[in-house]
C-alpha cells in the first residue's frame, strides 16, 4: 500500500475527489483511493466506509477524515476535510449567489434532475464494484446482501425512518460479525 507523501499530497487529493462528484463522490473516491492512490484496499475502503457510514454526518467527509487521520493523525484529519470542504463551499456560495437566475431557467433544472439520476447510478455502480471484497467479510455475501436487500426495503419502500433502519440492521450486523468470529 502506499501512503501520501505530505499533508499538501493528502490536500490536493481530497480538492480533486470532491471537485469531481456532482450528487456524491463515493464512486470517484473508491476509485482515487483505492485504484489511483492505493493508499488503502478494496476490503479497508468497504471497512472504513462502513465505519463513516454509521457516524453522523456525510459518508465522504467521514471517510476523508478517518483516512487523514490515518495517514497524519490529527493535522491529516483536518487537512483531509479542508480539501474536501473548501473547493465545493467557494462553488457552492457563488451558485447560491446566482441561483435567483439560473433557478427560473429550464436546462438548469432539467440538468440538476439528470445530475440526480447519474448519481444514483454512481452509488449502485461503486456497491457493484466492491461486492467482491465481502468475501472476506465475517457475514459473507449472501448474509452482508441480505442485510443490504432489508435495508433497501425498510427504507426505500416502507419509508422508515434512517436512525430505525441503523439500530435494527446495524446492531444485527455487528452481532452476526461477533457471533460469527467469536472464538
Partial sequence: MNRPESLTEL??????????????????????????HRWMSKEEFVETLAIAQVLPGPNVVNLSMMIGDRFFGLRGA???????????????LALAAAFDQLARHPMAINA????????????????????PALKKSPLGRPLALGLALTAFVLIGLLRWPLVNVLALLGGSGMFLAWWRTRP
Fill in 78 to 92: 483536518v487537512v483531509a476535510l479542508a480539501g474536501m470542504l473548501v473547493a465545493p463551499a467557494i462553488i457552492v
Fill in 112 to 131: 440538476l434532475r439528470g445530475m440526480g439520476a447519474v448519481s444514483a447510478g454512481l452509488i449502485l455502480a461503486t456497491g457493484i464494484k466492491l461486492l
Fill in 11 to 36: 490536500f490536493l487529493a481530497f480538492s480533486r475527489l470532491a471537485l469531481q462528484g456532482f450528487g456524491g463522490v463515493l464512486a470517484i473516491a473508491q476509485r482515487e483511493l483505492v485504484e489511483h
